[in-house]
């Protein structure tokens, strides 16, 4: 824990020191949504060259926001790619999408997206780190649904993965976010949702496959279901850390939490295959 304390305080202090990198507003047509065209932004290293090749972290915004929600909440995320040497990317989740292919909108289909044509892309335009080693994603509320969700459900893509005041297990609310449009009533389609659901993913995840990361704040409405997240994958020994803190769901939370699990992702990113950091 005092190791990981000095990391977010060097981690402070130089971003103040360092160079700010490119922010790139990318547009990019998807196959599965018929050639929906969806905006993103990546965030480059300052010294990025194409001699080396990065690690890249998936940011994904909450409900309401879009491509450009992380670099508003910490407008550093080109200091902190220089310092760190990771590529952030950030995608527009078409405000409500819960990054689900919807089993009721054909033209929603924004796992596909994120997990498949979002990741080809940007690894056939920069240099990226190819294996799930040098892949991570994670969000906030929605998207720290949508971070579980994908990195669950797509190993081969994503090493590592996590959440920050995430909606965790989407049940307790079903008239919220605009989740019926995706998914049908609750009444009347209570198994869809349940398959739709973070919590209910765990079986699919295998011993030591996975790195995940999951905070939320006291005050959080969604604190209980990340609650019962962490006690269920206690009762599955699945390997996590969780973190608990004073907070809200609100910017002034994020812009905390997200520096922890960057970092979190820093040191999977720079371990090798037998658990020792380089």
């Known amino acids: 824990m ?3 304390l000095l990391l977010i305080t060097s981690l402070l202090v130089s971003v103040t020191l360092s160079q700010a990198g490119p922010v790139e507003h990318v547009t990019i047509e ?4 018929k ?16 001699e080396q090749q990065y690690p890249v972290l998936y940011l994904l915004h909450g409900y309401g926001g879009d491509e450009n929600g992380w670099i508003s909440i910490r407008p550093d995320l080109p200091e902190i790619a220089t310092r760190l040497g990771i590529i952030f990317v950030c995608p527009d989740g078409d405000r409500s999408s819960w990054y689900w292919d919807s089993p009721v909108q054909p033209e929603m289909r924004y796992e596909t997206y994120v997990a498949h044509e979002l990741v080809d892309y940007i690894d056939s335009h920069y240099s990226t780190r190819t294996e799930p080693a040098g892949r991570a994603i ?16 797509h190993p081969d893509t994503f ?9 965790v297990d989407i049940r307790p609310f079903p008239d919220n976010w605009d989740m019926s449009l995706r998914l049908g009533d609750y009444d009347e389609n209570p198994e869809r949702w349940d398959n739709h659901t973070v919590i209910n993913q765990l079986y699919r995840i295998k011993p030591h496959s996975l790195k995940i990361i999951i905070d939320c704040g006291t005050e959080d409405f969604f604190y209980p279901v990340n609650l019962k997240l962490h ?3 206690l009762y599955r020994n699945i390997e996590h850390d969780f973190i608990v803190r004073p907070g809200e769901h609100n ?15 820093h040191e999977f990113f720079n ?3 037998a658990g020792r950091s380089e």
């Open 35 to 50: 050639g929906k065209k969806i905006d993103n932004v990546v965030v480059l290293p300052a010294n990025y060259t194409e």
């Open 159 to 167: 090493g590592a993965c996590g959440s920050t005041s995430g909606g």
């Open 2 to 4: 005092k190791r990981f």
């Open 30 to 33: 998807s196959p599965a949504m």
């Open 271 to 273: 371990t090798d295959p």
């Open 231 to 233: 006690e269920e994958m």
């Open 251 to 265: 910017a002034k939370y994020w812009r905390n939490s997200i520096l922890y699990q960057i970092l979190f992702f």
């Open 138 to 153: 994670t969000g906030l509320s929605m998207g720290g649904h949508g971070g579980l969700w994908l990195g669950i459900r």
